[in-house]
């Protein structure tokens, strides 16, 4: 047998490491350590050969240990120290809530706020810059250079200049503070006392520190963060930075607006209205309040609850308490950006309105032609309300421009570290989920392919356990065209509805209507057997507050006056137009 | 927000091939009714049903968009408004009845 037969030189893919193979069963004796010394020689390995003791050892010891043995081992390369900047202050507990929102046990609210102080010409911070590791040598007697760490990058924002490269340094006295990527001082002002009559309003472009409180009746506007060592009382207040007010919010009024461009922070927030493009983090309750985030909105140390009042936050609601023993009505959504929602519902408002001043009109038409026939007075009132429906329309055009914006965060979820109580209203986006029965440790979350809010708890042997609330809205779709039908299924079930039928023709509509009550019917004004007009009639006398909305083409829109005096909601033209079609089914279930 | 931003090109496709198989059943009978039309004792309720099948063409048509036939079927709505349209009238719906068959043949 041959040399090549006996053994073998393998060589690892990062030529860092050779092994030498022998075949089982060979005789000591049968491989020298020249052997392998010129195998690795011819093969070029010339680098990190293990002395000859070894690999004489190795040789004499086959028959006890495995037959591979590491014959050459190179020097790999190491990765250098990453760049850090080193900070010569101390960055408040903000810092540890934006990373950690799982749980505020640990934060010490008192040391939120703290104002450090640096002074002009301070280094504040200094990078140290990122190094290369050692250098490397393959088994073949390779070099390889060391890899450098990773860089990090610090931008040097208002008061702010970099020295030598590396060296922050402020350019004024006042307070540091690090956020997005920047660095940056605020000149600080402080009041010793209350923001009062002795003061007046106050506009300053850095960050103020209040060490008594904010008393009624005042505006204050600040460039950086506002500190309030006691509370904040019934005055508009506006942060470019953090609103952190170490005891509470205290309004008691909807008429005045605390709004942070960054977070809100709080030990209580009581009958206020609060607003943060950030998030809103409050030590103990949020009660009888308007609190907005279009981060997460957190109450979870000691009794952290929300206790009435409307709750929105884009990310996440987190609290130990929704809602309290006495069943106050509290409403909690997630999901949509504050500002979005607030015009949404605004134009929601306006269109809820005028589609009242219609049914008000309609009323009054049905009473005429009830009792006394007075054509003229009917014709002026159909004037009237054709005039309506078409600001109407032209509203509804302008919700859905808005809508548009109002983007659905799937992800968005609420979650209750101990009970949510009955009386408290869930929404994670539209989907609604109304708490009947109280439940613990309750997460609330979007089911995508259900379109409805589901209540995830657990029960004693840790299985998770899913409900869904059954108020989600119904549809019954009466059209002769199943190509209406389908794109009329999908585009109301794409924003959450529940579609329990359709219909052919009036009459089977009619027929599905009283079997199944649903919330909203859409019917073709044009059909065959019993036409819009006599269907909607019937589907009224079943329930003459029944939601029926009419399906035109634009060449039968003279009819749809007739069906909306007969007592039809709207009407949708084809062809549809998908954020009209949703625009118009929205306004028409506030009506 | 566009319908192909609204729906996916699935839900596009299905929507289309709905309508496709609709449009087809509506054209089935408008052969026998063009005949009919010819006759005086069955012009009027030919006339009828030939419009309402024009009716939903259009509108069907037009929410798959297939604006063509749509456009087709709206004209031959308008062209046939008469209870009993006379001969002159009869040729042109025939001729277009024809066109829009086709165009509607064609579309699979």
Redesign the interface.
């Known amino acids: 047998m041959s040399k090549d037969e006996i053994f073998s030189i393998e060589v690892s893919r990062d030529h860092f490491t050779a092994y030498l193979n022998v075949k089982p069963r060979t005789k000591n004796g049968d491989v020298s350590v020249q052997d392998v010394l010129d195998k690795l020689r011819s093969m070029g390995i010339v680098s990190g050969v293990k002395e000859n003791e070894k690999i004489q050892s190795f040789l004499d010891s086959m028959e006890l240990y495995d037959y591979q043995f590491v014959v050459a081992s190179g020097r790999p390369f190491t990765h250098g120290e990453d760049a850090k900047i080193i900070f010569n202050f101390e960055c408040d507990a903000r810092n540890t809530i934006e990373t950690e929102v799982e749980s505020l046990a640990g934060v010490d609210f008192r040391a939120i706020g703290a104002v450090v102080s640096v002074d002009e010409g301070e280094i504040i911070a200094t990078k140290a810059p990122a190094a290369q590791g050692e250098g490397g040598l393959t088994i073949f007697g390779q070099s390889l250079p060391g890899e450098w760490g990773m860089d990090i990058s610090l931008a040097a924002g208002q008061n702010v200049e970099i020295s030598d490269g590396r060296h922050y340094v402020s350019k004024i006295g006042g307070a540091p503070f690090v956020s997005g990527g920047v660095i940056r001082v605020d000149p600080v002002r402080v009041i010793e006392g209350n923001i009062d009559y002795s003061t007046g309003n106050v506009q300053f472009a850095g960050t103020l520190v209040v060490k008594g409180s904010i008393m009624d009746g005042f505006d204050v506007n600040v460039g950086g963060d506002l500190i309030v060592e006691n509370t904040i009382q019934m005055s508009n207040v506006h942060a470019m930075g953090d609103v952190i007010v170490k005891r509470g919010i205290l309004t008691r009024s909807k008429g005045v607006v605390i709004s942070s461009e960054g977070s809100v922070y709080a030990r209580f927030i009581e009958n206020s209205v609060v607003e943060a493009e950030g998030n809103v983090v409050v030590e103990t309750a949020i009660m009888n309040s308007q609190v907005s985030a279009n981060g997460s909105v957190m109450a979870l140390n000691n009794e952290g609850a929300l206790i009435g009042g409307r709750t929105l936050a884009f990310d996440r609601i987190t609290a130990r308490a929704l809602g309290s023993q006495a069943h106050p009505k509290t409403y909690v959504q997630a999901g949509f950006r504050f500002d979005v929602q607030k015009k949404y519902l605004e134009m929601m408002g306006r269109l809820t309105a005028l589609g009242n001043e219609i049914a008000v009109i309609k009323k009054d038409y049905d009473h005429i032609a009830r009792t006394s026939n007075d054509f003229d007075r009917m014709g002026a009132l159909r004037t009237k309300v054709n005039k309506l429906l078409k600001a109407q329309k032209e509203m509804q055009s302008d919700l859905g421009e808005i809508a ?1 914006t109002r983007i659905f965060n799937h992800l968005a979820m609420i979650d209750v570290q101990e009970t949510v109580f009955p009386g408290t209203t869930v929404f994670i986006g539209d989907g609604k989920y109304n708490v009947r029965k109280g439940a613990r440790f309750a997460s609330f979350k979007w089911d995508s392919d259900g379109k409805e809010v589901y209540m995830s708890t657990y029960d004693d042997t840790g299985q998770e356990k899913r409900t869904t609330s059954r108020s989600g809205h119904t549809v019954l779709i009466i059209d ?5 039908r ?2 009329l299924r ?2 109301l079930e ?1 924003i959450g509805f529940r579609v329990i039928g359709e219909a052919e023709d009036g009459e089977e509509g009619v027929e599905r209507y009283r079997q199944s009550k649903p919330t909203l019917v859409t019917c073709d004004i ?1 059909m ?1 057997r019993m036409d819009g007009i006599e269907t909607l009639k019937a589907i009224r006398e079943i329930n003459p507050n029944a939601k029926v909305l009419m399906i035109s ?1 634009i ?1 039968d829109r003279k009819k749809v006056l007739d069906c909306v005096m007969a007592g039809a909601l709207d009407y949708i033209l ?3 137009i ?2 009209k079609v949703i625009a118009t089914v929205r306004t028409s279930l506030q009506t | 927000m566009s319908r192909e931003d609204f729906f996916s090109p699935e839900e596009l496709k299905s929507l289309r091939e709905i309508t496709m198989t609709e449009l087809k059943d509506l054209i089935a009978p408008l052969g026998g009714l063009t005949k009919q039309l010819r006759r005086e004792e069955t012009a009027a309720d030919a006339a009828e049903k030939m419009r309402r099948i024009f009716h939903t063409i259009g509108g069907s048509a037009a929410l798959a968009g297939f604006s063509a036939i749509s456009a087709l079927g709206h004209k031959l709505e308008t062209l046939i408004s008469d209870t009993a349209p006379p001969p002159e009238k009869i040729a042109e719906i025939e001729k277009l009845s024809a066109a829009l068959i086709s165009k509607i043949q064609v579309k699979d």
């Open positions: 548009a002769d065209s199943k190509a209406v389908k794109t999908l585009i794409k044009a065959v083409s060449r084809k062809p549809f998908p954020k």
